[in-house]
């Protein structure tokens, strides 16, 4: 079967550095995402992988190994307001995503 | 004005009763998608549809329908709810791309007594 795996939730300091892991095992691989998603909101767009390495974009970078199944993200420079659920996603071989269940983020002062 | 809309946003109904729920989209995107969310599991696939006259079951399409009216509305039933559709439905749409990623609609809460 497919399967996405990530921490259910994770607690950092605000100013800190945080890194959130996804493993993940799917018929065939077209790319990974990493969405945010606040509490009662709509998931939003952060990053996307396709070849391994890292990807940067400001506080956020998300790195990619797909010979280990492999993703995280890293947010720097924590905000109070970076509290939320991340999602990480997988295309499979037909192109559907499938989702992990999240990693609940609480950000303390 | 948001991209993609849902309505309603939320709904309370009883057992039996049929549901509709409707998105529209603004982006002018082919590919469209109903997703319901659950406590603790991911974003579940009900159906998605990659233009007006292409319509795919997902991973739990049991129990729902869909209708593509145009490109922009792409609609989702319930013929006769049951309380474990109780449940957070997002619609979504995506253009073919590198990328493709998916733009959610704000979400309709609905509850099955």
């Known amino acids: 079967g497919q399967n996405i795996d990530q921490p259910t939730e994770m607690t950092a300091t605000e100013g800190a550095i945080v890194q959130i892991n996804c493993t993940y095992q799917?018929?065939?691989?077209?790319?990974l995402f990493w969405y945010q998603q606040h509490a009662g909101e709509a998931p939003t767009f952060l990053s996307y992988n396709v070849l391994d390495g890292l990807e940067e974009k400001g506080r956020f970078s998300s790195f990619l190994s797909r010979s280990k199944g492999y993703s995280y993200l890293l947010l720097k420079e924590l905000q109070m307001k970076d509290s939320a659920s991340y999602l990480c996603a997988v295309t499979d071989s037909n192109y559907q995503l499938i989702w992990g269940a999240g990693t609940k983020l609480i950000i303390k002062p | 004005d948001a991209d993609v809309t849902q309505t309603p946003r939320n709904r309370i109904t009883k057992t039996g009763k049929r549901i509709m729920l409707e998105c529209s989209q603004t982006k002018g995107h082919d590919r469209m998608y109903w997703y319901r969310q659950d406590p603790g599991l991911g974003l579940r696939l009900i159906y998605y549809?990659?233009?007006?006259?292409?319509?795919n079951k997902g991973e739990i399409s049991d129990g729902y329908s869909v209708s593509r009216q145009a490109q922009a509305k792409f609609s989702l039933s319930l013929e006769s709810a049951i309380p474990n559709q109780t449940a957070l439905y997002f619609c979504?749409?995506?253009?073919?791309?590198?990328?493709?990623?998916?733009?959610f609609g704000p979400g309709t809460r609905l509850t099955v007594l």
């Open positions: 549809s990659f233009d007006v006259k292409d319509i």
């Open positions: 979504a749409t995506s253009d073919f791309g590198e990328v493709d990623e998916q733009f």
């Open positions: 799917t018929s065939g691989f077209n790319g």
